[in-house]
């Protein structure tokens, strides 16, 4: 039997306002090409712990379920803004669930070690249907294609040598 549930984590951003484009609509959504050095090390699209949270409540609820296997889809390209998808913050989460005294539920992230494009190559090996995909962080009816997720998920494609079906119209 599967089961999918969803968790309504709406509170979190209101616990946020002004930290970040993504929680706050007075917050814009900046064009990657517009961010400079500094805003690339911490970008506007950074929401305050939100993978600690997100992991938080997966980890209990895979807990109390006895579920002992978590899977977190970072990967290598957000570690230049996101410190929450680097290896060193999966390896100390599961340091610090480690500490349960009954089983530990651990962390996985296969693609944190991985670019978009080969992310995006290795979806297409196992059949996956880039339609049925979203990125983008403006959340409009398409793809704005210049916000940092759009801007990067383009140059995986083009790295790949196809075209972003979301795109394709």
Not at 1 to 14: K, L, P, S
Request: charged residues 20%.
């Amino acid at each position: 039997m599967t089961a999918h549930d969803i968790v309504d984590m709406e509170f979190f951003g209101a616990l946020l306002p002004g930290a970040s484009a993504l929680t706050d609509a007075a917050v814009a959504v900046p064009r990657l090409a517009d961010l400079d050095s500094k805003e690339l090390s911490q970008p506007p699209t950074y929401v305050p712990n939100r993978n600690m949270m997100l992991l938080s409540v997966a980890a209990a609820y895979a807990e109390a379920r006895g579920i002992r296997d978590v899977f977190y889809g970072a990967q290598t390209q957000d570690s230049y803004g996101y410190w929450d998808c680097t290896p060193v913050f999966v390896e100390r989460v599961n340091a610090v669930l480690a500490l349960n005294h009954r089983p530990p539920v651990m962390v996985h992230a296969p693609f944190v070690w991985m670019r978009k494009a080969e992310e995006i190559t290795l979806g297409l090996e196992l059949g996956l249907d880039y339609a049925h995909t979203w990125t983008c962080y403006r959340g409009d009816v398409v793809p704005c294609g210049e916000c940092p997720s759009c801007a990067e998920r383009a140059t995986a494609f083009k790295e790949v040598g196809i075209v972003d079906p979301l795109v394709a119209t």
